[in-house]
C-alpha cells in the first residue's frame, strides 16, 4: 500500500542525479526478476510466445532487462511528476516526424505499452498547446489513485477519462480537435475484444484505436517512448494514411502487426508483465 509519507520520500528520489536512480532500477529490477517468481513465469511466457526463435537463454536476458527497465520507469516517476518543465525537457524530448505535431486535426495518438508511456503523455501535454484526453484505469489505492491523477495532469489542458465515462464523451472531443492518448494493446477481457494475430498467436484485442479513428473523424499518429541512459526519447511517426478502413478486424490487425515492428526494435522496454494472452480463443491452451 503505498501511504502519504511513502510518497513524501519518493518525491524526494527526484532530486538524485539521474544515474544514481537509474542505478536504484536496476538493484531492484534484479530483485523483482529473482524474486517475483510468479510475476516472472508471466514474463517467460509471453516472451515464449512472441520470440519463439530466440533460445531460452536469450529469453531469459530480455525477462531480466525488461524487469530492469520496468524498476527504473518506476523511479523516474519521482521527477518526472514532481520536478520542473525544465528538469524534463532537459531529460526527454522528441524525435522523428515532429512536424506532424503541429497539424490542426483531431487525432488518436497510438501509445503502446512501452515502460516511457507516461514521459510521452508528459512531454506532449507540456509541449503541445492541445486538450488532451485519455483513459485509465481506477486503482485500488485511493492514495496512489491521486498520485498518478496528479501526476498525469500537471501540465496543459487534460481530462482523464474512466471507462465508464463511454464513448460519447471521446468521440464529441475528437471532433472538436482534441487528442486521445489512446493505449489499446493489452488485454482487457473477452468483452468488446476480437481475436487478432499479436507476433502470430491470437490475442484478445479491442478494436478502440480503429473505432475512434473512424467516430472522431481523426489520423492515427504513432508515438513511442524509448528509455536511453540520458532520459527519454519520445519518437513520433508518421500519422498512418490507411487507417482506418471498413474493416475494423482488418485494423486492429494491422495496429497489432505495426505494433510489433516497434517492439522488435526494443524488446526488453514493452510491457511484458502484462498476461497479454490471459483470455483465449475457445478450446485454446492457456499460456499461463
Not at 47 to 66: D, G, H, M, N, P
Not at 99 to 115: G, R, S
Not at 177 to 190: E, I, T, V
Request: aromatic share 12%; glycine share 6%; net charge positive.
Amino acid at each position: 500500500m503505498i501511504s502519504q509519507l511513502g510518497l513524501k520520500l519518493f518525491q524526494l528520489l527526484g532530486f538524485l542525479p539521474l544515474p544514481v536512480l537509474r542505478a536504484m532500477g536496476l538493484w531492484l529490477g534484479v530483485v523483482l526478476y529473482m524474486g517475483a517468481k510468479w510475476r516472472r513465469h508471466v514474463v517467460l511466457q509471453n516472451l515464449r510466445v512472441c520470440f519463439s526463435e530466440k533460445t531460452e537463454a536469450q529469453r531469459k536476458t530480455i525477462a531480466k532487462q525488461a524487469f530492469i527497465y520496468f524498476a527504473q520507469a518506476w523511479f523516474d516517476r519521482s521527477w518526472l511528476w514532481h520536478r520542473s518543465a525544465s528538469c524534463i525537457r532537459e531529460r526527454v524530448g522528441f524525435t522523428g516526424a515532429v512536424d506532424e505535431l503541429h497539424a490542426d486535426v483531431p487525432t488518436v495518438i497510438f501509445a503502446p505499452h512501452f515502460v516511457g508511456l507516461d514521459v510521452g503523455w508528459t512531454l506532449l501535454t507540456l509541449s503541445i498547446p492541445k486538450h488532451f484526453i485519455t483513459i485509465f484505469t481506477p486503482q485500488s489505492n485511493p492514495v496512489a489513485g491521486a498520485w498518478m491523477t496528479q501526476g498525469r495532469s500537471r501540465f496543459g489542458q487534460v481530462q482523464l477519462l474512466q471507462r465508464e465515462d463511454g464513448v460519447k464523451t471521446i468521440v464529441s472531443s475528437l471532433r472538436n480537435k482534441a487528442w486521445l492518448y489512446l493505449l489499446p494493446d493489452m488485454n482487457f477481457g473477452p468483452e468488446e475484444s476480437i481475436f487478432v494475430p499479436f507476433f502470430g498467436e491470437p490475442a484478445a484485442t479491442v478494436p478502440s484505436l480503429s473505432r475512434f479513428a473512424k467516430l472522431g473523424r481523426a489520423r492515427v499518429l504513432p508515438v513511442v517512448t524509448r528509455m536511453t541512459s540520458s532520459g527519454y526519447e519520445v519518437e513520433v511517426l508518421k500519422a498512418w494514411g490507411d487507417f482506418p478502413t471498413v474493416d475494423a478486424q482488418a485494423d486492429t490487425a494491422l495496429m497489432n502487426q505495426r505494433l510489433e515492428t516497434y517492439i522488435q526494435e526494443m524488446p526488453a522496454q514493452y510491457f511484458w508483465v502484462h498476461k497479454r494472452f490471459k483470455t483465449r480463443p475457445e478450446g485454446a491452451k492457456l499460456i499461463y
